[in-house]
């Protein structure tokens, strides 16, 4: 089955940077390169107090963000999948997902992965 197409992409296939954005492509690619989403406020994702919402992983076509209520987590993403495109954030009711620096988020995890296994 094919996966969904989401409307960014539907839109940048049918009207690809008119308006003379064509000079900007390359730069905008860049620049998502170099970003990745991550959940800005993990207590405010829906999905951590059992409102099923789950727009956030229906908007991204890299299948980078999962749903870990159970665990008590809410929205989690995998900062490697992600591409930094951004299609999850308008589609969050809460606004609980935002682009960082990739470099930021590797640091941040680095941090955390030393915090748990040295105590």
Do not use: Y
Not at 48 to 58: A, F, K, P
């Amino acid at each position: 089955m094919p996966r969904p197409m989401s409307r960014r992409s539907l839109f940048s296939a049918v009207l690809p940077f008119s308006s003379g954005r064509d000079t900007l492509a390359p730069q905008l690619e860049k620049s998502r390169a170099e970003q990745v989403a991550t959940v800005s406020s993990a207590n405010a994702c829906v999905e951590r107090h059992g409102v099923v919402c789950r727009r956030c992983v229906e908007a991204c076509e890299r299948s980078a963000i999962r749903i870990l209520a159970r665990e008590g987590l809410g929205a989690v993403i995998d900062d490697a999948a992600c591409t930094g495109c951004g299609d999850c954030i308008p589609v969050c009711p809460v606004e609980a997902i935002a682009l960082a620096p990739r470099d930021r988020i590797e640091l941040v995890s680095e941090l955390a992965n030393m915090v748990v296994h040295n105590g």
